[in-house]
């Protein structure tokens, strides 16, 4: 069956054109750099849009025909574990939550960033206990093992790799840079390195969620915003990249240039606006071996995949911690080749295929295959 789709066309507002920590120029600030969806079957799209297709037992958007087995073990994931994970988890994001609102008690502050750079031992309870019940939070999710490496050399330097328990060197590094694969991704490195990362404004505002999004020292965008506040965005990021390069006491930024998630075979195009302070990152390849369900959150909904992971029995998740990356004195003057360059070496050395597409394709490859299942 084919779906007609309508041609994808660059935004009219020339002020979205400087919004790098939001947009990727490379792919969508000139049309010519577009991928054409027009008059395009669904397995057509599948082809240019191989980053965002799912390839486990549940299928497209989740809603493929499974087999008698699987809808047995899906039955039995709702009856007994989902209950149970749900309260679970809520529990931990309580427990934590309170802990926050202890160690921020009596502390007024205006500007997000203040929590984050709290200091003594509001600071040390805050890191400590997140990063414990970050790990619980995963085995809550059926992640009970994390099989990590640390990658002393890069491959075209003699190859060394140790496994997960030496500690990582984040000493010289400003920012950790990461492919983005799932929701899950936020929670792993939480429990790893406790960074700070880049989230919508209207996350300040949740339930529980925003007073620990605030003690992770989160900066907060606005989409709706003209480009003049997001440079002042990008200008607060770049000075938290500098301040950690130069402190290591100072929080890190976490940072998925790619801008949305993938199934995980694939690297997209980086946004500039990570590179642009020019201070040395930290790549991390994250990757999720599953058999049945694909805990990569690609092209199925939130809440259906959320539902769906949580039934699942065990979940996997495998980590490469690469050394830092110093950039070279042309990389600092161009932070279009410094995000090449290291996207370069993430693809390299995760074997992932780099496809140059983006945030665009992706919606409009979704609302392909919701037409897809509506006229089913």
């Known amino acids: 069956m084919e779906t007609e789709l309508r041609t994808i066309t660059p935004p009219a507002d020339q002020s979205e054109v400087d919004r790098p920590l939001l947009k990727d120029e490379n792919v969508f600030s000139k049309s010519?750099?577009?991928?054409?969806?027009?008059?395009?079957?669904?397995e057509e799209m599948e082809k240019k849009c191989a980053a965002f297709v799912r390839h486990d037992v549940y299928g497209r958007l989740g809603r493929g025909e499974l087999p008698l087995l699987e809808k047995f073990l899906l039955g039995l994931g709702l009856v007994f574990l989902l209950p149970i994970r749900v309260v679970s988890g809520m529990i931990v994001l309580f427990i934590y939550y309170v802990i926050c609102r202890v160690c921020t008690a009596f502390l007024s502050t205006d500007v997000e960033e203040d929590f984050a750079h709290m200091g003594g031992w509001r600071r040390e309870v805050i890191v400590r206990s997140g990063r414990f019940l970050s790990r619980l939070m995963l085995i809550v999710f059926g992640f009970y093992w994390i099989s990590e490496?640390?990658?002393i050399k890069r491959h075209d330097q003699n190859d060394e790799t140790t496994s997960g328990n030496e500690s990582k060197d984040l000493s010289l590094t400003g920012a950790i840079v990461s492919n983005h694969v799932s929701y899950m991704d936020i929670l792993y490195h939480m429990s790893s390195s406790f960074p700070s990362f880049?989230?919508?404004s209207s996350v300040a505002d949740l339930p529980f969620?925003?007073?620990?999004?605030k003690c992770l020292g989160c900066v907060y965008v606005k989409r709706e915003s003209k480009s003049a506040d997001f440079r002042g965005v990008s200008g607060i990021v770049n000075q938290r990249i500098r301040e950690a390069s130069e402190n290591k006491l100072a929080p890190r930024i976490l940072l998925f240039p790619e801008g949305t998630t993938t199934n995980g075979d694939y690297l997209l195009p980086f946004k500039s606006g990570a590179f642009l302070a020019g201070a040395p990152i930290l790549p991390v390849l994250l990757r999720y071996p599953y058999q049945r369900l694909s805990p990569a959150w690609d092209s199925i909904t939130g809440p259906r995949h959320l539902v769906l992971l949580l039934c699942q029995f065990v979940n996997h998740i495998q980590v490469t911690h690469l050394?830092?990356?110093h950039p070279s004195d042309e990389e600092k003057e161009d932070p279009k080749l410094y995000a090449e360059n290291v996207?370069?070496?993430?693809a390299h050395e995760g074997n992932l295929i780099m496809l140059d597409i983006g945030l665009q394709e992706k919606w409009t490859y979704l609302d392909a295959l919701?037409?897809?299942?509506?006229?089913s």
């Open 343 to 346: 996207r370069n070496l993430m």
């Open 209 to 213: 969620v925003g007073l620990i999004s």
């Open 32 to 42: 010519k750099n577009l991928v054409d969806f027009s008059n395009q079957s669904i």
């Open 370 to 375: 919701n037409g897809f299942f509506s006229q």
């Open 323 to 325: 050394p830092p990356y």
């Open 149 to 151: 490496s640390i990658r």
């Open 198 to 200: 880049v989230a919508k």
